[in-house]
């Protein structure tokens, strides 16, 4: 399931609800346990996307968690608890790929692109998606990671932005540029 | 106002981009897991701190009554 990303762009503006759980999480376990569960499936998501194997993806994701808790006294909020959580996974995922391998990009994505039970259409839609991670792949880490950030990650523009060290309208601009590149090459093929 | 033939052209190609990534949700008994382990974590970390604060604080009163004897001696 993925939630609608076009909506959820007030989430980067200063959630009081969200600080209140913040600082209660530094004593509080059950506050910390909410903060967890709001953030788990996006981490975990994130990671896998980057490691490809479930085992590697939840010893990291324990990794963000467990140091998030260590971290949770010395951060200080300014409305992006998930970039913060994002930076702590995007390190760790990188002190992983520097003790082990490479980055990988296996392409056995293709399992979920089936919508229809219409053979004819999760072919045609199988070759999109395999066509589309090449065209991915093709782009710059740094591109790379924005399409991960924003459609695997599910970040809105504000996260995203606070994690790319850039402001919203150029991240949303971006993004938009490089979905339209996508579309075009696609395009492309298919005349 | 947004075009809808554009909205939906967009949508489409959203689509296509997160089908191309590996997507996979957690495992619900890894979720459990890490949520005992880190509720652990916690109560570890909330006891050594209350030990800390007692031996700051027995610490403290020790030196009070150094200061308050110092000039008794």
Not at chain 1, 134 to 151: G, P
Request: proline share 3%; hydrophobic share 40%; with cysteine.
């Amino acid at each position: 399931m993925t939630k609608d990303l076009s909506t959820d762009d007030s989430k980067g503006i200063f959630n009081t609800e969200e600080a209140f759980l913040i600082k209660a999480a530094c004593t509080d376990p059950s506050a910390f346990k909410k903060l967890f569960q709001s953030n788990i499936r996006q981490i975990y998501r994130y990671i896998f996307s980057k490691v490809g194997e479930s085992k590697e993806a939840e010893d990291l994701t324990a990794q963000v968690f467990l140091a998030a808790l260590e971290g949770l006294p010395r951060y200080r909020h300014n409305g992006y608890f998930s970039a913060w959580l994002f930076s702590i996974a995007r390190h760790k995922v990188s002190d992983h790929f520097r003790s082990q391998h490479p980055d990988i990009w296996i392409e056995t994505a293709f399992r979920e692109t089936s919508r229809s039970g219409d053979p004819l259409s999760s072919l045609i839609q199988t070759e999109e998606a395999h066509r589309m991670s090449e065209l991915i792949h093709s782009l710059d880490e740094q591109d790379q990671e924005l399409l991960r950030l924003r459609f695997v990650a599910e970040l809105n523009f504000g996260e995203i932005a606070q994690l790319s060290n850039s402001n919203i309208e150029k991240t949303k601009k971006r993004i938009y540029r490089l979905l339209a590149y996508l579309r075009q090459q696609l395009e492309l093929d298919h005349d | 106002m947004i075009d809808p033939k554009q909205l939906e052209s967009n949508q489409e190609i959203e689509y296509i981009v997160r089908s191309a990534f590996q997507i996979q949700d957690p495992d619900s008994s890894f979720i459990e897991r890490l949520q005992i382990e880190l509720a652990d974590r916690f109560k570890a970390a909330g006891a050594s701190t209350i030990r800390q604060n007692i031996f700051f604080r027995r610490s403290q009163w020790i030196g009070k009554i150094k200061l308050l004897i110092s000039p008794l001696a």
